[in-house]
């Protein structure tokens, strides 16, 4: 709110945690939903770069011959294979998220058994998101045929499935759909202050697995990109999951469990 500090300038006030949270100021499932959408919109966009050779992906050649020219070996390569596989592969951030959702949704709606738990907000969230993920990931997958760069060569319709990256869809998906669960506004403790520091945080994470994936060869580098734009698409779709109101069978059902 601005007030005059009395010599004529306006002076602006920051709102406090507890406004920035309310329910009259608090983006709504629209908000989420247009950015899936546009995201989308935008991820079709680095496809049809893909396809005709456009300029998103003018590097990736210099940069697999630099690649090539410094790869790690050795205990360097086995350890940074590890640090790419914690950070990016199914097996580790599927149980992540729904490992998170679980927790949430017991804490949020109470106890119950598995099943009651398992059809909560946080649970269908994250399953949308992986559902967007395997769905408009391994549809370009499969349809585009991109080799990967380890193959010494960049062909299209050829078995491949280098575009986009699983890997940095994964990640993102799986760091900031987290800090969702955790702290945003229908999160387990809301607080923006404390949502804004870990997003920096998250963000490195996401970038080092990201270019792991080119550093080690297995992704061209424009493919890390395709997949970051994959996961934040997952995220919007997660979050539209988690505004929507509340159908009337859900409420009453809460009602019961508490």
């Known amino acids: 709110m601005a007030q005059s500090d009395g010599r004529g300038v306006a002076r602006v006030e920051s709102q406090p945690t507890e406004a920035l949270l309310d329910p009259s100021t608090r983006p709504t499932w629209r908000s989420s939903a247009v950015a899936a959408v546009l995201a989308t919109l935008f991820f079709g966009f680095l496809i049809w770069q893909v396809v005709v050779r456009g300029p998103f992906i003018a590097w990736d050649w210099q940069f697999h011959y630099y690649v090539d020219a410094n790869h790690p070996v050795g205990w360097e390569k086995t350890f940074l294979d590890i640090v790419a596989t914690i950070t990016g592969e199914r097996l580790f951030t599927i149980p992540a998220l729904f490992g998170t959702a679980y927790y949430v949704a017991k804490k949020q709606e109470g106890p119950g058994s598995f099943w009651t738990i398992a059809r909560r907000r946080p649970m269908l969230a994250v399953l949308a998101g992986l559902v967007t993920i395997a769905s408009i990931g391994y549809a370009t997958k499969f349809g585009l045929g991109r080799t990967g760069p380890h193959h010494n060569m960049d062909v299209l319709q050829a078995g491949g499935q ?22 945003a506004q229908h999160g387990l ?4 202050p404390r949502l804004r520091k870990l997003i920096p945080a998250v963000a490195v994470v996401v970038v080092i697995a990201g270019a792991l994936m080119s550093w080690l060869d297995y992704h061209w580098l424009s493919d890390i990109p395709g997949g970051w734009l994959l996961g934040y698409i997952a995220c919007m779709v997660g979050l539209t999951v988690l505004r929507a109101p509340r159908r009337r069978r859900e409420r009453a059902v809460a009602r019961e469990e508490r």
């Open 162 to 183: 280098a575009f986009p990256s699983g890997h940095a869809s994964n990640t993102f998906f799986c760091g900031f759909f987290i800090l969702c669960l955790l702290f």
């Open 189 to 192: 403790m809301p607080n923006l």
